[in-house]
């Protein structure tokens, strides 16, 4: 299984950013996908995560309201977009998918099993 992220760049504050991640290779025919990003420095933490089915998504907190994450199944593809972006959210944005038909999204980095390269996302102020 191969996650392909890209989207990132540089923007200014309240800008906004759609980042995509392409799936490919045998993951089944369904998979829960979560973007996390690591800030240069610190740990990565969950950003927002989406079921399977794409009925179900969960939001760390800081981005409620600002990001939004989608799916497109038929493209195999997970959208996360950012509005109102902070310097704040500057980080390495990660694509991660976990083969699951459960509706609960877990936002813990050990439940997913494959990992994209990321792509970086700098908001200047």
């Known amino acids: 299984v191969q996650l392909q992220a890209s989207g990132g760049g540089l923007v200014q504050a309240g800008d906004s950013l759609t980042l995509s991640c392409a799936v490919s290779g045998r993951t089944g025919s369904r998979y829960a996908v979560g973007w996390f990003c690591q800030a240069q420095g610190k740990e990565s933490v969950f950003v927002a995560g989406i079921s399977a089915s794409g009925e179900s998504t969960y939001y760390e907190d800081s981005v409620k309201g600002r990001f939004t994450i989608s799916r497109d199944n038929a493209k195999r593809t997970v959208y996360l977009q950012m509005n109102s972006l902070k310097p704040e959210d500057t980080a390495v944005y990660y694509c991660?998918?976990?083969?699951?038909?459960?509706?609960?999204?877990?936002?813990?980095?050990?439940?997913?099993?494959?990992w994209g390269q990321g792509t970086k996302v700098t908001v200047s102020s």
């Open positions: 991660a998918a976990r083969s699951s038909s459960s509706e609960k999204v877990l936002g813990a980095r050990r439940y997913y099993n494959y």
